[in-house]
Structures are given as C-alpha cells and as structure tokens.
C-alpha cells in the first residue's frame, strides 16, 4: 500500500504538471474538496481534474514546495509554498502576470491509498498583495 505521503506528493506533482493520466490511482472516487463545489459539481478524480485545470487556467509557472508533511490518523497535513505567474482570470480581477509566494496548509484525508478529502488554506491576502489586487 502506497503511503500517505506517496499520494500527496503525487497529488502535488500532478497539480504542478497537470499530468493527470494516472489520477483514479491516488484519488479516491467519493473525493471532495469542499471548496471547488460552488463551481464542480463531480466528485473523485474528476472534482480533482477540475481543480488543477483551473490552477492552470489561471496560473503559470506554478511550482508546490512542500516544507513539511505531519500525519494523524487518515489525515495527513502538509505545509507548502506555491509560487506561480498570475496569467488568468482570479475571481474577477485580470491577470497581472506577476509572480507570487504563498504559504499555504493542505489537510488531506487519505484511506486505502487514495485521497477522499481535501481541504487546503491559503495566506491569500499576501498572495494579493504581491500581486498588486489588495483592497480591490
């Protein structure tokens, strides 16, 4: 059985490289990631697609550091830095092909080798910043 680690550096990879050939391998079918159903209504390695296509529809360069993984239970959370180009519509506001850091947590619920929940917080407000869209 593949560790809780293994699928979400996979994950992680697949978010970075948008190869998504293998994802029914490390997503589980019932997967959820509550912050995409306002605009997916799938679940599974589809809900997963749907997310990493739209990073992309809106980032380039994107690039997932992880800088520390801590397990508990089925929960595995992660502590990385995403930095990418902002080259796409975000909420609303333009692209402004400038790049950014962000920290950001990811808690991910991992049974039988596959992921079946995610949720992930973000310093958004830092991201903004730098991208020249705080306070708009």
Not at 94 to 122: C, K, L, N, S
């Amino acid at each position: 059985m593949k560790s809780r680690k293994d699928v979400a550096l996979r994950m992680f990879a697949a978010m970075e490289s948008q190869k998504l050939d293998d994802v029914d391998e490390y997503i589980g079918a019932d997967f959820v990631n509550p912050e995409t159903a306002q605009w997916c209504r799938e679940s599974g390695p589809e809900r997963f697609a749907a997310n990493v296509s739209w990073l992309h529809s809106t980032f380039d360069d994107v690039h997932l550091e992880v800088l520390k993984m801590t397990e508990e239970g089925d929960r595995l959370y992660v502590h990385l830095v995403m930095s990418a180009r902002h080259t796409g519509n975000l909420f609303g506001m333009g692209p402004t092909g400038r790049f950014f850091f962000q920290e950001q947590v990811h808690a991910i619920d991992i049974r039988d080798g596959q992921a079946v929940h995610h949720v992930e917080w973000r310093n958004n407000l830092t991201a903004l910043r730098q991208l020249g869209l705080a306070g708009r």
